[in-house]
């Protein structure tokens, strides 16, 4: 990642990941020596500790940096704030009425130097102890060099100037400023903070404490304060740069009410056009890089900073002049790179070789691997594995809980539970025209509230939401054909089903058996939770068609016939009225009394007799259909835009947040406000009112024996091993996805207690003739999305930081106590279109569609070369892989949705367990490099690499002196990268 950083009357600087070479120094100053990839001088101990210590241990706060300049004024001199940074500059713009959008500074070549020399040649105070500022400019005047000390004339007259008020310009809300225009609306320029002349104030003053920019600054955030000017009565320039020991509030000095810890003064004689308003940028862009402000804080010596600007200046990269616009604003980058990347040792192991099978591959072994610690390690025990996951788990417990107090739980599970619902009503109806209503939609509520609730009180990973799913409705289906074909009680051949697949389930969490997952690459991810994405998809899509069966579209409509559907018309004349469908009697024998038309006259005979059409159809025939796939588009539509409302430029920070987190609640709210506006009868969510099996034929309680011969309890174990292999793929899969690093899970992962908790309620479900559940990949990505933490606070131009998930079990245990509690709620839930919730359905599918990088591949395929963007693994594997990567996992996504869909469904289990089978293939297609980039690498892959390098690093190590010197004569082996 490279960040811009300055040029010089058309020359650009941008910071650059390579160092530059060494040059000698001017002055007495040793040569710089290369070390961590910039010049450092042997004797700066303080710079070459601030980059070689570990970054983590050394953050320093963040700094608000305020730009004071000296103007000339009708009054006298005035000190203006003109330009502020956190991390990224904003200048006040001309007029001095608002702050310019945040950008990366670009700085002048020619002030950097003066910089430099400043630095070399100013007062230098380091670890100064003083209260105020007062005393701080005291010191500072006094402690000029020897041959540049100050008459005490000059030292007074200084000192006054440097005490005077500056003028901020204070950040104003919207409200502020339509009041000022209605209060003032003479007045051009903003109401300054004190009067020209005004002494600088001990205390902070109102507006600094009520200043809303305070709300970007974070927490244990400092200030630097800078102030550069012309002086007419210096001869030359004055330059001071001073470190306090103990961060000091200086009273009403800065824009914002902080502790100060770093001030730089210049002021001198005229000087060209802006060359100390540029200096003083120069030193604001300086303190901003971390690497710098490292530096400045254990900084002992003069040299120690010099040696920090040469390495800030050995990271540069010269722009040519007139080959970039010195008018155009460089937008902040939407993330910047670690201080571990500038400050890390890449030594030549790790480099990558021209056949691109080692390092590299080893380098990114892990790299996708959700849980390669503790989690998934073997502990050579039975139930190890599980004890160890109840120990990782049970600190946490309470915590999961207490976790839960914040509004965005209460937006997650109102949406959470509406998408569950929708999802148990599909299923529901799909398993009861699949089983004869043996289970229904009261079977699939009562089924998802017991499971649900069960599993996140007691599993591993409380965020997995459990459902059916569309591989488990394929089985079933399957089961009960069989069950018709060979004259087995259905529920009965289904119970001893789930008691093998509990027991199965069993043996798998006592032999540790998910140490397999391990081997679920994101090759085998992309491949399942693409296939569910795609089922949300479908099955929304298809739903919404099939109301063109249930209201069927008016395709004979014509305008000119609209006299023939529910419309009247009217003639002055008395006589017969009839219409199309409907005779009326025949009025009184008024001669100006209305009469109807006879029948079968058309819309234009109608009006070219001088009637009038009269009804509630002559101008408009309402059609649920268009009216349902309206809503279902908006509420799609609603959902994607609103959730990216957190992004957007209107409104604050705090009601984008807001919005954004309740995005999908608000669409159902809209469209559900529309669709009662309208008042047409679309159809609405239907949910059971009484307490009783679908199937009048069924109890609830199912019995072992009776129904069937006694052997059908043994033969239930061959089908049981296909559902224990589909519920292991389903539910690891599902686990493993959930468990990425990259949502910055910190409470642990629990595949064997999950597997467990899923195994046991099996037997309940089972037993009871309720549906089987499993862990519902696309509506836990979802619960995942709508529990995402991000920083409170960022700088101007930052995107807010990712903190990770808020981690609870309350979201889920509140969204399936609201499932149970759903057949009681008929009278509310009745008013719900179901259009709406099918456009929820597709948004979760198309979301989770998106997360996943074979669709960001898929789309490579369709984007000419030249217009791709510049994704990381592009830039190191060749296009023609990534195609071929590509085209097969379609291609294994197509057999599996063709296995799901035929009559070979019963062996889809098997074809989620090939995958693995089929990843393992791929190496002997592709290289490691290559599949390091766009997959992750088998464990005894990564292994044998990294031993792989232990070896060779061995072998170097033992190499006895003669061995080494004949090689050094021999000279070294020279590899040339073909890339």
């Known amino acids: 990642m490279r960040a811009h950083v300055p040029g010089v009357d058309g020359v650009a600087l941008q910071a650059a990941d390579a160092s530059s070479q060494p040059r000698p120094e001017e002055g007495n100053h040793e040569a710089p020596y290369q070390a961590f990839g910039c010049s450092i001088f042997p004797s700066s101990t303080a710079t070459a500790a601030a980059l070689q210590q570990d970054w983590r241990d050394t953050a320093c706060p963040l700094l608000f940096i305020q730009l004071n300049q000296l103007l000339s004024t009708p009054a006298g001199l005035e000190w203006r704030e003109t330009a502020r940074w956190i991390k990224f500059e904003e200048k006040v713009e001309d007029g001095g009425e608002r702050w310019s959008a945040p950008h990366v500074p670009a700085l002048l070549l020619h002030s950097l130097f003066q910089l430099r020399t400043c630095l070399q040649k100013g007062t230098l105070l380091l670890d100064l ?23 005490p004339e000059l030292r007074e007259r200084l000192a006054a100037l440097l005490l005077l008020q500056p003028r901020h310009q204070h950040t104003q809300s919207p409200l502020q400023l339509l009041a000022q225009l209605g209060l003032a609306p003479c007045r051009g320029k903003a109401k300054s903070w004190a009067e020209p002349g005004a002494q600088l104030s001990e205390t902070p003053l109102k507006e600094q404490l009520r200043n809303r920019f305070k709300k970007k600054v974070p927490p244990g955030s400092e200030a630097a304060h800078i102030a550069v000017g012309e002086v007419e009565f210096l001869e030359k320039p004055f330059t001071a740069f001073i470190r306090l020991r103990q961060a000091v509030a200086l009273g009403s000095l800065a824009e914002v009410a902080l502790p100060s810890r770093f001030l730089f003064i210049l002021l001198g004689p005229q000087a060209k056009e802006k060359a100390y308003h540029e200096v003083g940028r120069a030193m604001a862009t300086l303190l901003t890089d971390e690497l710098f402000q490292r530096v400045a804080w254990q900084a002992e010596h003069r040299r120690d900073l010099i040696a920090g600007m040469e390495a800030f200046l050995d990271e540069l990269t010269v722009l040519p002049p007139g080959k970039w616009d010195l008018n155009a604003r460089i937008p902040p980058p939407s993330c910047l790179p670690s201080l571990h990347r500038r400050t890390a040792v890449h030594p030549p192991d790790r480099q990558s070789y021209s056949n691109g099978d080692t390092a590299a591959g080893g380098d990114r072994a892990n790299l996708g691997h959700p849980c390669t610690g503790e989690e998934l390690e073997r502990t050579g025990r039975l139930f190890g594995g599980l004890l160890r996951d109840i120990r990782r788990k049970a600190p946490w417990y309470c915590s999961d809980f207490s976790d839960a107090l914040h509004p965005q739980c209460l937006s997650a599970v109102l949406y959470i539970y509406l998408a569950t619902a929708t999802n148990a009503i599909t299923f529901g109806g799909m398993l009861g025209d699949a089983t004869a209503n043996m289970q229904g939609v009261l079977e699939s509520f009562l089924g998802t509230a017991f499971a649900g609730f069960v599993f996140c009180l007691f599993s591993g990973q409380p965020l997995t939401i459990l459902s059916s799913t569309g591989p488990m409705l394929v089985f079933e289906r399957l089961l009960f054909s069989f069950s018709q074909d060979h004259s087995l009680h259905y529920l009965e051949f289904r119970l001893w089903i789930g008691l093998w697949v509990a027991f199965f389930g069993v043996v798998l969490v006592a032999t540790e058996a998910s140490h397999l997952v391990r081997y679920f690459t994101r090759f085998t991810e992309e491949g399942f939770c693409a296939l569910i994405s795609l089922i949300f998809i479908y099955d929304s899509l298809k739903k919404m068609l099939s109301l063109a069966d249930t209201f069927p579209i008016n395709w004979q409509y014509r305008l000119d016939n609209i006299t023939s559907y529910s419309c009247v018309c009217n003639l002055s004349s008395p006589g017969h009225s009839s219409t199309g469908n409907n005779t009326l009697l025949p009025p009184p024998a008024l001669s100006l009394q209305p009469s109807a038309a006879p029948a079968g006259l058309s819309r234009s005979q109608c009006l070219e007799r001088g009637g009038q059409l009269l009804g509630t159809s002559c101008q408009y025939v309402p059609d649920v259909t268009l009216i349902s796939f309206l809503l279902f588009g908006g509420t799609f539509l609603s959902c994607s835009a609103l959730k990216r409302f957190r992004s957007s430029r209107y409104f604050p920070a705090g009601v984008r947040k807001l919005v954004s987190d309740f995005a999908i609640i608000l669409a159902i709210l809209a469209f559900c406000a529309v669709d009662a506006t309208l008042g047409l009868e679309t159809p609405k969510l239907l949910v059971p009112s009484e307490l009783k099996p679908t199937n009048p034929g069924r109890g609830w309680i199912v019995s072992p024996f009776g129904a069937n011969p006694w052997w059908v309890c043994l033969v239930s174990a061959v089908p049981a091993v296909l559902v224990t292999i589909l519920i292991f793929m389903d539910q690891q899969i599902t686990a493993v996805i959930l468990n990425r690093r990259e949502y910055k899970l910190q409470k642990g992962a629990g595949f064997h207690l999950d597997l467990l908790c899923v195994s046991l309620l099996m037997v309940a479900t089972s037993a009871t003739g309720l549906p089987w559940y499993v862990s519902a990949t ?89 217009h791709q963007p510049d994704l990381a693994y592009l830039r190191h594997v060749p296009l023609c892989r990534v195609h071929l990567f590509t085209i097969i996992q379609l291609l294994c996504l197509a057999l599996l949705w063709v296995v799901k869909s035929t009559v070979a469904a019963i062996i889809f289990p098997v074809t989620l367990l090939a995958l693995v089978g089929i990843r393992k293939v791929l190496e002997r297609v592709f290289s490691l490099h290559d599949l390091s980039w766009l997959d992750s690498l088998l464990p005894e892959t990564a292994r044998g690499e990294a031993k792989g390098k232990q070896a060779r690093r061995r072998k170097e190590d033992e190499c006895s002196s003669e061995e080494c010197e004949l090689m050094h004569r021999q000279g070294p082996e020279i590899n040339i990268s073909v890339n």
């Not at 102890?129 to 008459?151: H, M, T, V, W, Y």
């Not at 245990?813 to 839930?829: D, E, K, Q, R, T």
């Open 129 to 151: 102890d003083a209260p105020s500022f007062k005393e701080i400019i005291d010191k500072a005047l006094s402690g000029q060099p020897e041959g540049a000390e100050l008459q």
């Open 778 to 866: 696309v509506i836990s990505l979802a619960h995942m999305e709508s529990l995402r933490k991000e920083s409170e606070t960022s700088a101007p131009g930052e995107q807010p930081e990712f903190l990770g998930i808020r981690e609870q079990r309350l979201t889920g245990i509140a969204v399936f106590i609201l499932m149970g509690l759903s057949v009681f709620m008929a009278p509310v839930l009745k008013h719900i279109p179901m259009p709406v919730l099918y456009g929820v359905f597709l948004h979760m599918g198309v979301a989770a569609l998106n997360s996943i990088q074979l669709t960001d591949r898929v789309r490579l395929l369709l984007i000419p070369a030249k």
